[in-house]
């Protein structure tokens, strides 16, 4: 699976977007873009997949950029309960070459703090 | 619906000693998987079942290790006997059936196992 490189932390002010960046330089023309979060004391918790696409749901937006070497998770209005450890995962689409569809390999993540 | 349950949350055990982490899949779902995170380092993949069958179990660190899912409902991972390097916490997570453009796994809770 490419690699990713995440900032170590960022803050963000309650009610105001956070923007997490995530680069996958190396991501191949079948690997999605997925991105996970854990609260503290909690098991992680899946927020979004896209592939080339920008994509929206309830929790966040996902934009990837046209070479798809990078891509940025956008909480809109974050708030205290959003403070976790967010990853970004690359991975091919389930079953190619052997890969387990759920092996999923999870880097040190950004820790977001939410700050009133 | 129910989410993932594992039990025990936290057990505490003497280097030597076995303890058994049982894991409860959301209903219907064939895939499961174990995950842990030991100490300072990052969420490592241990296996994947489908069903009742190991579907990849690259990530089980040695023999010591043993899991099992009869009758493709709950799984038990087995830890015997347990190393002080066991310590840290268990995080199981199950899927639907493996699809395409589905990436969402359901993680537990996970279980915390602390070795003395």
């Known amino acids: 699976d490419a690699k990713t490189t995440q900032p170590t932390s960022m803050d963000c002010a309650e009610g105001r977007a956070a923007n997490l960046p995530c680069n996958h330089s190396t991501i191949s023309g079948n690997e999605y873009v997925y991105w996970y979060r854990q609260i503290h004391s909690q098991g992680p918790q899946y927020i979004i997949h896209?592939?080339?696409n920008n994509e929206t749901n309830e929790m966040a937006s996902l934009i990837i950029t046209e070479d798809r070497k990078s891509s940025t998770l956008i909480l809109p209005h974050a708030t205290l309960r959003d403070t976790a450890v967010y990853y970004c995962?690359?991975?091919?689409?389930?079953?190619?070459?052997?890969?387990?569809?759920?092996?999923?390999?999870f880097g040190q993540g950004t820790i977001l703090t939410v700050h009133p | 619906e129910a989410g993932v349950t594992q039990f025990p949350s936290h057990s505490v055990i003497e280097k030597g000693q076995t303890v058994t982490l049982r894991c409860d899949p959301i209903s219907g779902h064939d895939n499961l998987y174990w995950y842990r995170r030991v100490m300072g380092k990052e969420i490592k993949f241990l296996l994947h079942?489908?069903?009742?069958?190991?579907?990849?179990e690259s990530g089980m660190p040695n023999n010591r290790f043993l899991a099992e899912r009869t009758g493709g409902t709950y799984s038990t991972l087995k830890v015997q006997p347990a190393e002080l390097e066991d310590s840290g916490v268990y995080f199981c997570?199950?899927?639907?059936?493996?699809?395409?453009?589905?990436?969402?796994?359901?993680f537990g809770e996970g279980s915390r196992l602390t070795v003395l």
């Open positions: 997570a199950s899927s639907e059936r493996q699809g395409i453009r589905s990436g969402e796994l359901f």
């Open positions: 995962i690359v991975r091919p689409l389930g079953g190619a070459g052997g890969t387990s569809y759920g092996k999923l390999t």
């Open positions: 079942f489908v069903k009742e069958s190991k579907q990849d």
């Open positions: 896209g592939l080339k």
